[in-house]
């Protein structure tokens, strides 16, 4: 049972344009939602979160949107840079839990 | 300010056989969390420690233990080994309940 679904496995974007990452979720219990990066041989990096009570976090060039009627999620990077190319992972937890549960990924590719 | 380590970078065993994974926190966080990730796919949460306790857990045989020592270090341990324990391990580090798990590298094991 995927509770948290990215339906991308991979996304491919010029360089200056903007990069949109999508994550859907269902379980409504869910009530933090974050965004992580990961690079080959390293661990997952820290991006960016929002909380259910919000529906817009902006943090730089990374802007997550939370649609809680439809439990939907998407990560914009504006503009897109070539140092952007990863793999991004949408997770979330909840009240009920310390765990975080993530999606399968999706792989960003920024070209020039 | 010191992040996430893990040790070590990599591990090949055989089945059967037992291991003992390493990680320390980011200076300041209490908190460990454990995860395994396969290829492919997001990282599985294994378990989670606090105040030394196992404070939850993960869909994961008993093979699986773990030990969480007053510096707030931990230890991941896995018994008998079979293949499907073939995977990164990541060791993510927060403080306290709050949602924001910061990664380390992780550790790939092999078992042959």
């Known amino acids: 049972d995927q509770q948290v679904k990215q339906n991308s496995p991979s996304l491919s974007v010029q360089e200056g344009r903007i990069s949109i990452l999508n994550c859907d979720y269902t379980?409504?219990?869910?009530?933090?939602f974050l965004w992580y990066k990961k690079y080959p041989a390293e661990g997952p990096t820290f991006l960016i979160s929002?909380?259910?009570?919000?529906d817009k976090n902006e943090d730089g060039r990374f802007t997550v949107f939370l649609n809680k009627s439809a439990k939907h999620l998407s990560l914009h990077i504006v503009p897109s840079q070539p140092g952007d190319s990863a793999v991004y992972f949408c997770?979330?937890?909840?009240?009920?839990?310390?765990?975080?549960?993530f999606g399968t990924g999706t792989r960003l590719q920024v070209f020039p | 300010d010191a992040g996430v380590t893990q040790s070590p970078t990599h591990l090949i065993k055989t089945r059967g056989q037992q291991v003992t994974l390493r990680c320390s926190p980011k200076?300041?966080?209490?908190?460990v969390s454990w995860y395994q990730q396969a290829l492919g796919q997001g990282p599985q949460f294994i378990f989670q420690?606090?105040?030394?306790?196992?404070?939850q857990r993960g869909n994961f045989p008993d093979r699986f233990s773990g030990h969480q020592f007053p510096n707030y270090s931990s230890e991941l341990n896995v018994n008998a080994l079979l293949l499907g324990d073939s995977a990164l391990y990541l060791c993510?580090?927060?403080?306290?309940?709050?949602?924001?798990?910061?990664f380390g590298p992780g550790t790939r094991l092999t078992v042959t």
């Open positions: 997770a979330a937890s909840g009240s009920h839990t310390d765990k975080l549960i």
């Open positions: 379980n409504s219990m869910f009530d933090y």
């Open positions: 200076s300041g966080h209490d908190t």
């Open positions: 993510a580090s927060s403080l306290g309940s709050q949602p924001e798990q910061y």
């Open positions: 929002i909380s259910s009570i919000k």
């Open positions: 420690y606090y105040e030394e306790e196992e404070r």
